[in-house]
């Protein structure tokens, strides 16, 4: 069979499946919004109308920053993407600035003592968490670190386990260098890292949090640094959030927490909503009523949108399409979605 005749028998294959990828986008899309209505946020006014037990899933693009906020306490788990993710060979934005901005105006110290512009991460000092070592969940730990206006009192860091990793994400993504710089810039201020993960839940503030994925299993040997990643439940009476970090089905870390878990009220989709991710018998074990991407809705692979709205019928909001999200858990048992908190 010539050249040409195998190039037009795959165009006739190829096509009509991108335009079915196309309309199926298209149909998830639109099932989607009608799910959303009833959770549809109203604009972020930051006065604390719902309380002050909230999750910020800040707007970072496609890369995880997550403030949890309890009476005072603050916690801030994965940091968003740096200026200089190995990965990348030409200019981008990284996100450290909006970051540290946003922390310096949502964690400010109340007292009045300290003058502007300085800042505390509320007493006694803010609490940090890297799920794993990829550069758009750690990458700007180092800006935040060596911030003297941002207090940190400990840092949760699982060790590098190279074990996990595939080659490449040592030797062309330098994961191991990003973690020994953030271990580096903890040292130099004398904040006490614990890498030996607490498998019982613990309080904070009015939640109760729970990690999962403290020890990465050893069959997941090879798969990647992905299967390290630790996922946090997030727990406030009877209502309970998950953020799945860049847990997949991909690597068998779905398979292997999705038992564990249990029920969700909140999801926050593992890996930004690319493939491999939110296996719908995953989202059938979490059964969660409202899922957060951290994303833009554009780049959400259609099968994880398929999943979601077709399969398990949850609505789902992207931070980059809302400018930042914020998942209140009122008093009376509600979680209330905020949107736009970028804009203050």
Known sequence: MDKTRIKKIATWIIVPLMGAIFVLDIVTVALGNAYCKPWTPQKETFTYEYGNDRIHFLNTANSDAILIESNGRFALIDAGEGNNNPRRKTAYKGYEDEVRAYIKQVAADGSGTAPPPFFLWAPPGGVILGTH????????????????????????????????????????WKIDETYSQILSDLEALGVPVISDLPREEFAFG???????NTVTPPELDGEGENAASVGVKVTKGERTAFLAADITKS????????????????????????????SAKFLKQLSPEVAIVTNQLGKVYPNVKWNLTMIAKVP??????????????TDDGR??????????
């Not at 550069?135 to 074990?163: C, E, M, S, V, W």
């Not at 990793?165 to 030797?171: L, R, W």
């Not at 789902?316 to 858990?329: E, L, P």
């Open 133 to 172: 070592c990829h550069y758009d969940h750690i990458g700007a730990f180092h800006a935040i670190i060596t911030d003297p206006d941002i207090k940190i009192d400990k840092a949760y860091f699982k060790q590098l386990n190279p074990r996990t990793d595939k080659d490449y994400e040592i030797e062309r």
């Open 206 to 212: 009015d939640f109760t949090i729970k990690f999962f």
């Open 251 to 278: 690597t068998g870390l779905e398979q292997l927490l999705g038992g564990q878990i249990g029920h969700v009220d909140l999801l926050k989709v593992g890996h930004h909503g690319y493939l491999g991710s939110s």
């Open 316 to 329: 789902f909001f992207a931070t980059y399409d809302h400018n930042g999200i914020i998942a209140s858990f």
């Open 335 to 344: 979680i209330v979605l905020t949107d736009r908190i970028h804009d203050y």
